[in-house]
């Protein structure tokens, strides 16, 4: 298992997910996400393709979601510090 300072996305203090980045890594995958998103709807949705643009945001919630779960803490419900 990679060192907890290796993650790029740490476990939310209270429930299920991730937080905001840690690392530069991270806020470069979150800036490249923000980018491709903002380009699919200046390309597509503005130019009335919207199942294209539908498929396109799909597959790049998919892709952050895949690395999230790569780069990130483990996954599991936290109640803020106390145990379960």
Known sequence: MPDSDAYWF?????GWGWGPPVTWQGWAVVAAWL???AAGVIFLRLRHHWLWWL???VGLTIL????????????????GGRSE
Do not use: H, Q, S
């Open 10 to 14: 740490p476990a939310k203090r209270y």
């Open 35 to 37: 980018t491709a998103l």
């Open 55 to 57: 498929m396109y945001i």
């Open 64 to 79: 952050m979601t895949l690395i999230c779960y790569l780069k990130g803490e483990p996954l599991k419900w936290r109640w």
